[in-house]
């Protein structure tokens, strides 16, 4: 089993519609990343959070310490959103970054 | 635009070769790690280095090594190269511990 489970793997959706991708894990964390990988290669950071929820344009995220849970919620989905989203976590001694294999979301108009 | 850049962005190398992947990070940025990423796989922890130190490592043989400049510059050697080589890899860079992760572009490998 894996240390950092994502849902779904593959993800299609209209424009406009609301969108979340879960996380659980099962190891101990200072932080939970959300990261966006665009076709090519390069990852970019959407967030980080240790608690609560944060709020950037349209997306979400919120984590839940005790249930080993986070959210990542697009409204109003939009083409440009397709990307595969990975959630990754900061292990709590090794600091090393633990990855989920990520969710592939398609976009169509 | 993440400030960290890698290089070569495409290599084909031959088995048994060896090759270096080359990071530079953000200045200032004193933690560097590098990932392996497999087609259709999530990265994969290679190791970290903290102040030119490794101070973590993934499940990955000695013959992944890595080196952290002052410049805030680091290297991924890999000896002796396999098949199951080929992959992107990406290295990250942070402030410090437990900080947000500044990713570069990554470098795929094709070994032949």
């Known amino acids: 089993k894996n240390e950092v489970e994502q849902s779904p793997q593959n993800l299609t959706a209209q424009e406009g519609e609301f969108i979340t991708i879960n996380c659980s894990y099962s190891?101990?964390?200072?932080?939970l990343h959300w990261l966006q990988q665009h076709p090519g290669g390069g990852i970019v950071s959407l967030f980080m959070?240790?608690?609560g929820k944060k709020k950037h344009g349209r997306l979400i995220a919120t984590i839940n310490i005790q249930e080993k849970h986070s959210s990542l919620h697009i409204t109003a989905s939009h083409p440009r959103d397709s990307a595969v989203y990975i959630c990754a976590v900061s292990a709590l001694n090794t600091d090393k970054l633990i990855f989920g294999t990520g969710t592939r979301l398609q976009v169509f108009p | 635009e993440t400030g960290v850049t890698q290089s070569p962005t495409h290599l084909i190398k031959t088995r048994g070769q060896q090759v270096t992947l080359r990071c530079s990070s953000q200045?200032?940025?004193?933690?560097v790690s590098w990932y392996q990423q497999a087609l259709g796989q999530g990265p994969q922890f290679i190791f970290q280095?903290?102040?030119?130190?490794?101070?973590g490592r993934g499940n990955f043989p000695p013959r992944f090594s890595g080196l952290q400049f002052p410049n805030y510059s680091s290297e991924l050697n890999v000896n002796a190269l396999e098949l199951d080589d080929s992959a992107l890899y990406l290295c990250?860079?942070?402030?410090?511990?437990?900080?947000?992760?500044?990713f570069g572009q990554g470098t795929r490998l094709t070994v032949v």
């Open positions: 200045s200032g940025h004193n933690t």
């Open positions: 190891v101990g964390i200072s932080a």
């Open positions: 280095y903290y102040r030119e130190e490794e101070n």
């Open positions: 990250a860079s942070r402030a410090g511990l437990n900080t947000e992760a500044f």
């Open positions: 959070l240790s608690s």
